[in-house]
């Protein structure tokens, strides 16, 4: 299955059925980390790489296509959302590319947005994917990830229609947790961000999976600071999202 939209084609050569017979009801967003979108298609495309995706779209806004949207492609890697492992069996994967944290990070152009916007929601309306099940790598695999990270444009992605959003909550000072808290608070906020589908033990302890998790969700909707810090501001967007499904 190729998308309507206008795009190149390349091969990638890691790819196979999707497993147990499961169909794509995500869709998975991820940055290159790569110096230039022509060293990202040609790591994609390898076999050596171990890793695939079906769409990437450049800093002009060009997409190709590198696995159809039947097969698996192997752009998840080790991850977890609302109690499925095999991400990769219930995802399509888009690689936008950009840098990336190590690399020189950068804003993501208005024309590569463009055809980030186009394409989700061409792959949304076929696959009928919910809003909530439009995820940040970072999102499904918090430990490992930070992409594509806090200088997408999330927003502007809700605006178009595509993915679940709800306006941060200002912040301000106030009481917040961090690593080495305890209690009943910390575990339930841990519940919350489960809930919302992230892996985490819910043990009442906020230790560095709690502060992955927290950097995670902070990434993808509360951009403007990004510290691991559960503030007021983090904790609150949390709960509006929640209430807002």
Request: charged fraction near 25%; glycine fraction near 8%.
């Amino acid at each position: 299955m190729r998308t309507r939209l206008p795009h190149d084609w390349r091969a990638a050569a890691n790819h196979e059925p999707r497993k147990g017979g499961k169909l794509p009801d995500m869709l998975l967003l991820h940055y290159t980390g790569m110096k230039t979108a022509e060293a990202a298609l040609d790591w994609l495309a390898s076999a050596e790489s171990q890793v695939s995706c079906h769409y990437v779209i450049d800093e002009q806004g060009r997409i190709t296509q590198m696995v159809s949207e039947v097969e698996r492609a192997w752009h998840a890697g080790v991850s977890f959302w609302k109690g499925e492992r095999d991400i990769n069996s219930v995802s399509v994967g888009i690689e936008i590319h950009n840098p990336g944290h190590e690399l020189g990070y950068v804003d993501f152009p208005p024309a590569q947005m463009d055809a980030v916007i186009a394409l989700s929601r061409d792959i949304i309306a076929r696959h009928a994917i919910a809003p909530e099940r439009v995820l940040a790598h970072s999102d499904v695999a918090p430990a490992r990830k930070m992409d594509p990270g806090e200088r997408f444009n999330w927003f502007r992605l809700h605006q178009e229609g595509i993915g679940h959003w709800v306006e941060p909550s200002e912040i301000r000072d106030g009481r917040f947790f961090c690593e080495g808290d305890e209690g009943q608070p910390v575990q339930a906020l841990q519940s919350l961000y489960a809930a919302y589908g992230y892996e985490i033990d819910i043990t009442g302890v906020f230790d560095a999976a709690t502060a992955h998790v927290t950097r995670a969700f902070q990434r993808h909707f509360r951009p403007a600071k990004v510290d691991g810090v559960a503030d007021a501001s983090t904790i609150e967007t949390l709960h509006r999202l929640l209430t807002s499904l």
